[in-house]
């Protein structure tokens, strides 16, 4: 079982982005506002390509987004 | 004391032994996981996905459905079914009513016009989990078929005719019921322990 922890600042890249709501985000990547909901609190880990969408959304690079921590 | 008494205490303490220290095992390696995840992000409610929503009005369902044909069956005999007409055409009436509003509730797994929306990766990794519960669902269910009906009808010798029947019904309620069940725990597990 895996313990791997990926942090991500998605809230604060909205907040930075016009403050753009989490329905908002969800609509531009394709993908729910629970799952965004979700990975906001580190309760879920999104695949590669939800990420480089997101990552997109925010004209950044993945690893402005995401930070993985060592177990 | 009997050699093959003794053999079976010690292999069903070992077992037992074993299964308690997976089981605390598995709590602590839980515990951990959870404390990390709470490490990395704020505690919230989770809104409830619509798969989620769906899933639990049909384990109400079914559960309605279950207990109308156990109400249905109250002062016959199983083996009544196929010479009653009213009681089969009504039991039959609502496994197939139950069935379409289990169909009718799933739509958003079909992907399809409005619930693209609606349906996106988180949702398809817990439906991809809920069919292990579908297994283990119908292992189940065989499992209490072949005791209850090995022991009813011991004596007999043979089982009525209508019995396979049933079964056939309730495999497929079974299916549905488990695989609903399997889509909650899948999102409270997600809710909890991450991915």
Known sequence: MGTDIILNNIRKCRFEKNEMTQQELADAAGCTRQ???ALEAGRYTPSLGLA???????DKGLEDIFEYREP | ?????????VSAFIVSALAAYLGVRALQVLKVRKAKLEEGGEIV???MAILQQRSLWNILSITIGVLIISWLFKGYAVSEFFANDKLRISITA???VTLMVNLFLMLPTSKKGRWS?????RDELVLSKASNFQ???LLILSVIWTIGLTEYYWEAGSIPIDIPYLMFWSNFLMLFLSRSVGIVFGYWWLDHYGN
């Open chain 2, 45 to 47: 409610n989770i809104p």
């Open chain 1, 35 to 37: 799952t965004i909901v």
């Open chain 2, 94 to 96: 609502v496994v197939a």
């Open chain 2, 1 to 9: 004391m009997n050699i093959w008494f003794g053999v079976t205490m």
């Open chain 2, 135 to 137: 297994i283990v669902g």
């Open chain 1, 52 to 58: 480089f969408r997101i990552a997109g959304i925010f």
């Open chain 2, 117 to 121: 929306k609606m349906f996106d990766e």
